[in-house]
Nanobody
Framework: QVQLVESGGTPVRPGESLRLSCAPS????????VGWFRQAPGKEREGVACINSSLGRGDGSTVYADSVKGRFSISRDNTKNMVYLDMYNLKPEDSAVYHC????????????????WGQGTQVTVSS
């Protein structure tokens, strides 16, 4: 069973930055693509960012939702088996539970449809 653990969510003020981290439990995900999606109360789930594997058939490239392009950055550290989401210039509309997700393939999935995801970490942006 795939288990993912997110961390880093916290209340912040508009314009501030935040880093979310995600680690898999008990397996190495270097050959798989990893992403983040978010869900706010009363809103549909929204894919935020995804990064291809940088091993094997993967090229390590990234994809972002239009709503976060230029403000969010996803990265991975294969030596630490970690994936990060750096969020800059946060806005109140970025408030949501952020879930880390994995696709058991080297390339990011179409339509943000991942195989497994974690419980999420809450990000609240408010003045």
């Amino acid at each position: 069973q795939v288990q993912l653990v997110e961390s880093g969510g916290t209340p912040v003020r508009p314009g501030e930055s935040l880093r979310l981290s995600c680690a898999p439990s008990g397996f190495n995900w270097g050959h798989w693509s990893v992403g983040w999606f978010r869900q706010a109360p009363g809103k549909e789930r929204e894919g935020v960012a995804c990064i291809n594997s940088s091993l094997g058939r993967g090229d390590g490239s990234t994809v972002y939702a239009d709503s976060v392009k230029g403000r969010f950055s996803i990265s991975r550290d294969n030596t630490k088996n970690m994936v990060y989401l750096d969020m800059y210039n946060l806005k109140p509309e970025d408030s949501a539970v952020y879930h880390c997700a994995v696709e058991l393939a080297p390339l990011c999935p179409a339509a943000w449809k991942f195989d497994s995801w974690g419980q999420g970490t809450q990000v609240t942006v408010s003045s």
